[in-house]
């Protein structure tokens, strides 16, 4: 049930030039009287006279991501049938329920509220408004090692029961077993953004653009992310940043995200016998920018990681090079100079 906050609130935007309709009621979808006098005031003449009208919906982080998806739908759905009404001909570019992306991107804690973010935005437009999905999808995967192994000096002792004395065994040899178990285990090639376990880390972002004039009005981002198997054995879940984007109201954005993960505890022993490491986490970075001043979205991307294993990036459903190539198996021992928990 819609819990009362008071009188509607409303404002003319200029960055990017639009109306917002904010301090919708808690779970409520109605226009309040402010909305609408404030509409037929800054919006109904402009309608009237054939401009178009996207409309997005938002919500504050009160109850699930589901709900508020929901919930944005609804405040879009209650605003249309007002425009209907006062402008039966209405010309209508694009509707989207963004629900609480827009508050979470904004840094606003789970299950806070915000007035600004129980809202509906209106753009107006002469020339049709677009909209469009870009996927950016990043793997980092185990190739092929061979004989790219690396250098390992000195000597482990490792327990051999039933003896109660460790022998001295050459890191290199334990090295050397360990690459061609992972190559038995691993030999990845991906050749397309399929969210199929065929890599170690996979973190993939939905942009939904709205766009009109060679500017961008909205960028919203939706991670997804993954680790793959080994084996049996599935490691931690990954870990990532949120999602920046940059600049609004502008003929492009910019936008970066940092994803890490590291191996199942099962699985780290292993390493640990070959050499005490601290440098458990590999990790990507991916660093782009999407251009809509010709008209339609250009998206350029890279991505760079740990010097072990490989990483590579896809737009939408097409890889795009460089990849960044695979260092030798022994770099998973070379620890970040700055977090020495990461990879180099």
Do not use: C
């Not at 570019?93 to 804690?109: I, M, N, T």
């Not at 190739?143 to 790219?148: D, T």
């Amino acid at each position: 049930m819609a819990r009362p906050t008071g009188r509607g609130k409303a404002e003319v935007r200029t960055s990017p030039p639009s109306l917002l309709l904010f301090n919708f009621d808690i779970d409520g979808d109605g226009l309040k009287e402010d909305h609408k006098t404030f509409l037929r005031e800054q919006a109904i003449p402009q309608l009237r006279a054939g401009s178009g009208v996207s409309v997005i919906g938002l919500a504050d982080r009160l109850g699930s991501a589901g709900h508020n998806e929901e919930l944005s739908k609804k405040r879009v759905a209650r605003t249309l049938e007002f425009l209907l009404q006062e402008v039966p001909d209405l010309k209508l570019d694009q509707v989207s329920g963004f629900g609480e992306a827009a508050a979470k991107r904004e840094g606003e804690a789970d299950n806070t509220a915000s007035e600004r973010f129980r809202a509906v935005l209106l753009f107006l437009s002469v020339a049709p408004t677009k909209s469009k999905v870009v996927t950016v999808t990043a793997k980092s995967f185990i190739a092929f090692i061979g004989g790219n192994v690396g250098v390992m000096p000195g000597m482990a002792l490792i327990p051999l029961p039933p003896s109660p004395v460790p022998i001295p065994v050459p890191r290199q040899k334990l090295l050397n077993v360990l690459a061609s178990a992972t190559d038995l285990q691993f030999n990845e090639n991906p050749l397309n953004p399929a969210k199929d376990k065929h890599y170690r880390l996979f973190s993939s972002v939905k942009f939904s653009l709205v766009f009109e004039g060679g500017k961008i009005l909205a960028a919203v981002p939706l991670m997804d992310t993954d680790v793959g198997k080994e084996g049996p054995i599935q490691p931690p879940p990954l870990i990532v940043s949120p999602v920046t984007v940059s600049p609004r109201g502008s003929s492009f954005v910019t936008f970066s995200w940092f994803g890490k993960g590291l191996p199942d505890p099962l699985v780290e022993p292993g390493f640990q016998a070959v050499r005490s490491r601290t440098s458990v986490f590999i990790w990507h970075i991916v660093e782009g920018k999407i251009d809509v001043s010709s008209g339609v979205p250009v998206t350029t991307v890279s991505i760079r990681g740990s010097q072990f294993p490989s990483h590579r990036v896809f737009v939408d459903n097409t890889f795009i090079p460089p990849q960044q190539p695979q260092g030798p198996f022994s770099n998973l021992w070379n620890p970040d100079p700055i977090d020495n928990t990461k990879v180099r």
